[in-house]
Nanobody, 115 residues
């Protein structure tokens, strides 16, 4: 089992920045991909950015050039630097870890961007 705990959400004005962090514990040696998803109010959960163990990344088109994902495999952490935030970035952000046969989710952290 892998447990994930997110931190760093909050309220920020449009154009501002926030950094989200996620730390994994448990059977972390089995983790392959770590990353971030979000669920805007009234919408489905969507991919934001993910990073594989080898460093390959995948970003949603809506965040390319504004968000940067980073990962520290030794510390079992993944972070998301979010710049130039827009009101449409408002959502609950979830950390996700994917193993070979399982996946784990964090509890989510709220990010609210005011206009």
């Amino acid at each position: 089992q892998v447990q994930l705990v997110e931190s760093g959400g909050g309220l920020v004005q449009a154009g501002g920045s926030l950094t989200l962090s996620c730390v994994a514990s448990g059977t972390t040696a089995m983790i392959n991909v770590m990353g971030w998803y979000r669920q805007p109010p009234g919408k489905q959960r969507e991919l934001v950015a993910v990073m594989a163990l080898g460093g390959a990344t995948n970003y949603a088109d809506s965040v390319k050039g504004r968000f940067t994902i980073s990962r520290d495999n030794a510390k079992n952490t993944v972070s998301l630097q979010m710049n130039s935030l827009k009101p449409e970035d408002t959502a609950v952000y979830y950390c996700k870890a994917r193993m070979v046969f399982k996946e784990s989710w964090g509890q989510g952290t709220q990010v609210t961007v005011s206009s």
